[in-house]
Every structure is written in structure tokens, then in C-alpha cells.
Nanobody, 122 residues
Framework: QVQLVESGGGLVQAGGSLRLSCVASGRTFARYAKGWFRRAPGKEREFVAAISGSYGITSYADSVKGRFTISRDNAKNMVYLQMNSLKPEDTAVYYC???????????????WGQGTQVTVSS
């Protein structure tokens, strides 16, 4: 059983940076792939980034590639999302997720956090 809690969201101006953190409970968290998803106002949830549990291979949505970086610290049961060059379009509730494999669909993840709000102003 894995429980996830996100933090680090907030208000930032366009072009700024923010780092989101996700802490997990569970002895086997390191074995799970971890992903970040987001849901903007009036829009469906979309994939942002993921990192595999086995080798730390990363994947990014085209919209954030080159700006966002996902990383992990298995010793601390943490996963991070460093967000640079933020745009107003990045405004959303960001969710941390964990699952058996690194995939880009939310249905592929078994555990979800409650989300943290990121607001990017113009």
C-alpha cells in the first residue's frame, strides 16, 4: 500500500521556477514508476512526466520537455518535479502518481496524491 502527498505548489510569475515534491509511504515505493499529471481548469487530466522504478528512465510530455525535470530520491521515498520557465498554460493542479510501469496514461497508475495547486501569472 502506497500513500502519496504532494507539496511545493504556489503562485509564480511567468518565466519563474517551482519545485514540487511528493513523499510516499510504503517499503516498496522505489520499485514503482512515478509520474506527474496535471489538470488545468476546465480541462482533463494530462500527463506531465514520469520516471521508471527500475532504472530511473524519464519521459516528458512535449509541452514541458526541456523545461521540467522529474527526479527521485528512493532513500527518502521522494519524487520531485522541477519546473522552470513556467508559462500561464502550466497553471493546474499537479498530482503525483505511482504504478507498476512508466506509462503516460493515468489509468496505468495505482496510487495518487491529492494534488497541489500551481498558478502561473502573466
Amino acid at each position: 500500500q502506497v500513500q502519496l502527498v504532494e507539496s511545493g505548489g504556489g503562485l509564480v510569475q511567468a518565466g519563474g521556477s517551482l519545485r514540487l515534491s511528493c513523499v510516499a509511504s510504503g517499503r516498496t515505493f522505489a520499485r514503482y514508476a512515478k509520474g506527474w499529471f496535471r489538470r488545468a481548469p476546465g480541462k482533463e487530466r494530462e500527463f506531465v512526466a514520469a520516471i521508471s522504478g527500475s532504472y530511473g528512465i524519464t519521459s516528458y510530455a512535449d509541452s514541458v520537455k526541456g523545461r521540467f525535470t522529474i527526479s527521485r530520491d528512493n532513500a527518502k521515498n521522494m519524487v520531485y518535479l522541477q519546473m522552470n520557465s513556467l508559462k500561464p498554460e502550466d497553471t493546474a493542479v499537479y498530482y503525483c502518481a505511482a504504478g507498476p510501469a512508466m506509462v503516460v496514461t493515468g489509468s496505468g497508475y495505482d496510487y495518487w496524491g491529492q494534488g497541489t495547486q500551481v498558478t502561473v501569472s502573466s
